[in-house]
């Protein structure tokens, strides 16, 4: 069972620079782990704090969300805004009782193919050796 | 399409040829659509990008009445607007359309022995994309009227040729130039390859038509200080920096009859100030009233405020033209143009990082913009080409390409091509020979790239003039303490043996690298850099001109390095592109607008200072204080949505129904 287990996670990125970042991933043909499913924003300032708790509640192993550079940003500044939102998510995590490894913020750039499939390989590395979400006992 | 009608979708599959169908089941894909809520038809075609992969979607939307489209193919940011009016071509309203990215995010990235993980994947992303699809609504993209001008930063060979292009095209234009002259680093050069033309003959024609030309407003030393607005009405803060020097015009303004600078140089003689001239690479001096050279656009001296010591010298040798003023202040002038394209160039890389090479160690390195300006007649030396160190002419000189580019040893390096370095090095050979008859010439080349129209048969031609072309990357140079002369050490690849050359002056062909300052402009006009520093097209094929910003379109090597008729090719199109929008008079923006849902409003204004653009405020509705948008000012990030303490706040397009759908629909998972 163990090794059957495929973790479920969500990544909330933003039009510009991750979503620009994983297709250029795809153009490069460059292989990843496909545990992965992905919506696209325009911006990361568009990230409700609601959206990943609802993720987790929903049985998520592990959210990511991830957006342009510090300084990069296609809206100047919403990835600053969302950042800071995201310290509040980790925090809100470990309170909770779950691990805040199993959520991560990343900053990929249009031109960061190769960094996009090292983030997709370490997030999935890192939800596995986590295992399961908890959440997903209260569901069954 | 009456709002509360139940959701009809169809779905449909792209193969791309191989492209998706290689990598994953299509047809357990199409199946599995059909067995999700909401969806009417699922079907698939081979190219749906194809005109009659299109029409499969306008007939399906005409017959099954459908309330919404989703197509699994590529990335939207590639086909999404084929497909929107494919959709609107049905009869629906175009942003009823979703797609699922199969292709970039998954067939292409989960190649190899993936096939049952890629088609699990494709089946969750299709019912994601369904499940947003489903409470997609009817928006009405807005039209903005375009201001009818244009800016350019960057008045080099390539600024210029976008500036006059724009304005004979009859738009009025902003040409920026941060330095005290247009001209740029073509201005710097001697003769251009492969034709040897001089390049100043071939250049100043073009800085006195920028200069006459009456739809250019030509901005020297100055630079952008802030960009606000958005494509057809950017809203443009320029610093005009404190020249000390009034032009005519300005003395005229001001009442000073006949005034004005006239670039008699009276003030340069008097100043008693001495500082390199950055111009000629520092080897000449100018004062701290200066100009950087005889040809300069527009005629008019700068005071260098950092080193003037406020003498006055120079105000009396003015004398009645009243032309100097060191109390001037930095202006601040705003301008409203609708495009606008950046041309900001490059600076060689800070060779002396490469400590092998010894420059800034060794008198007699010295790097290529410096032998430009050595060998040029207008040069610190007046084209008498004689080595640093002691004055001689140099009868023995090494040129060492790929000097930083091609190199991945990090530091200063670059790992791109510079792709102008072989060209002008074969030129700076072959004026060598012109220049001093008997000399030796020695090329130390990892390769010779020639790639351009008549560039390989120029290599011919400075191969048959004598020049000793060396494979080798140099490992080492060294200084004779006593001649000053130079040991180059490296190894002769094509004979398989080390090799000690002894030159008398050795030139860098450095590597190059965006112009300093480029990153602060570009992300002021929000355009990306890719990864190597350059500034980031929209695409690296289909648009080399243009940039994620819309509206904002890149000239010549701040793209990416390029020789001058790549640059001249890139600005014109640039120019052609920039041109566009202003032709067409408006554009039509994609309504991603925040808008208020007043019930929920509570009237904290957390949004108002969470939007980067100040397109919220609050105001009384009802008597109650409210949220109001300024729906010309958003520019859709979410930034406020995403925060909004009640959800009072709808984010056109990605509204947080739709995302909780998308969340829901991937948690769902399995048949339904």
Known sequence: MADEWKPQILAIICNWCSYAGADLAGGARIQYPPTIRAIRVMCTGRVDMLFILKAFVEGADGVLVSGCHFGDCHYLEGNYKAAKRMFMIKSLLRNIGLDDKRFRMTFVSASEGAKWATVMEDVTNTVKQLGPSPIKEFKK | ?672
């Not at chain 2, 656009?297 to 003037?308: A, E, G, N, Q, R």
């Not at chain 2, 072309?469 to 043996?497: Q, S």
């Open chain 2, 1 to 672: 399409m009456a709002e509360n009608t139940e959701p009809r979708i169809g779905v449909f599959l792209c193969h791309c040829g191989t492209n998706i169908a290689g990598s994953l089941s299509i047809q357990d894909v199409v199946d599995y659509a059909k067995t999700l809520p909401y969806v009417t038809i699922a079907d698939q075609y081979q190219y749906m990008c194809s005109t009659p992969g299109q029409k499969k979607i306008d007939d399906a939307i005409k017959e099954h009445n459908l309330t919404g489209v989703v197509v699994a193919a590529c990335s939207p940011r590639l086909h999404e607007p084929t497909f929107r009016t494919a959709t609107k071509e049905g009869g629906l309203n175009p942003f009823r359309f979703e797609m699922a990215n199969i292709r970039e995010q998954n067939s292409w990235v989960h190649m190899h022995g993936m096939w049952e993980e890629a088609t699990e994947k494709a089946k969750d992303q299709v019912r994601m994309a369904v499940a947003k699809a489903a409470k997609l609504e009817d928006l009405i993209p807005k039209s903005v009227p375009v201001e009818r001008a244009a800016m350019v930063v960057g008045a080099g060979v390539g600024g210029m040729q976008a500036a006059l292009d724009l304005a004979s095209a009859g738009i009025k234009t902003y040409l920026i130039e941060a330095t005290p002259t247009i001209g740029g680093r073509m201005s710097q050069l001697d003769k251009t390859f492969p034709t040897l033309d001089c390049s100043q003959c071939i250049l100043t024609p073009k800085m006195v038509d920028v200069g006459r030309h009456p739809n250019i407003e030509m901005m020297t030393y100055t630079e952008v200080e802030k960009v606000e607005g958005y494509i057809g009405n950017f809203d443009i803060t320029l610093r005009k920096k404190a020249r000390g020097v009034l032009t005519p015009d300005e003395a005229t303004a001001k009442g000073i009859v006949g005034g004005g600078c006239n670039g008699c140089g009276d003030c340069a003689e008097v100043c008693p100030v001495i500082k390199p001239n950055p111009f000629e690479m520092g080897m000449a001096p100018r004062k701290a009233i200066y100009i950087y050279h005889a040809q300069v656009m527009p005629l008019i001296y700068t005071v260098d405020f950092d080193s003037c010591v406020k003498c006055n010298l120079c105000v009396d040798a003015c004398g009645d033209k009243k032309a100097i003023d060191l109390e001037m202040q930095d202006e601040f002038i705003t301008v409203k143009v609708g495009t606008a394209i950046l041309a900001t160039g490059f600076d060689l890389i800070p060779i002396e990082g490469k400590r092998e090479w010894g420059y800034k160690q060794f008198d007699n390195v010295i790097s290529s913009l410096e032998f430009e300006r050595l060998i040029c007649a207008s040069g610190p030396t007046g084209g008498h080409l004689i080595r640093p160190s002691d004055g001689k002419t140099p009868m023995a000189v090494g040129y060492v390409l790929c000097a930083g580019s091609r190199d991945n040893t990090g530091g200063v390096a670059k790992a791109y091509c510079s792709r102008f370095c072989c060209m002008y090095s074969l030129k700076h050979a072959h004026q060598m020979y012109e220049k001093i008859p008997g000399c030796k010439v020695y090329l130390f080349y990892m390769d010779i790239r020639s790639f351009g129209k008549a560039y390989e048969e120029f290599y011919y031609r400075i191969q048959n003039e004598g020049t000793k072309f060396i494979r080798g990357r140099v490992a080492n140079v060294l200084e004779d303490p006593v001649t000053k002369n130079l040991h180059v050490y490296t190894e002769d690849t094509l004979l398989g043996r080390p090799v000690d050359i002894e030159v008398e002056m050795l030139v860098l062909a450095a590597a190059i690298q965006p112009k300093e300052g480029a990153d602060v402009l570009r992300k002021k006009f929000g355009v990306s850099a890719s990864q190597d520093g350059w500034m980031l097209e929209a695409h690296p094929k289909l648009n080399p001109c243009g940039t994620t910003t819309a509206g904002v379109f890149l000239a010549g090597v701040c793209q990416g390095p390029k020789d001058i008729p790549d640059t001249v090719a890139q600005a014109e199109g640039a120019a052609s592109a920039a041109s566009i929008p202003i032709h067409m008079g408006e554009v039509e923006l994609e309504p991603y607008f925040a808008m208020c849902i007043e019930d929920l409003c509570a009237g904290c204004g957390m949004c108002v200072n969470l939007c980067p653009y100040a397109a919220l405020a609050l105001g009384e509705k009802n008597g109650r204080t409210v949220m109001v948008v300024t729906e010309a000012k958003c520019k859709g990030c979410g930034t406020c949505g995403g925060f909004c303490p009640g959800g009072a706040i709808k984010m056109q397009h990605f509204t947080t129904p739709q995302i909780a759908a998308q969340i829901d629909a991937f948690f769902a998972g399995g048949e339904q």
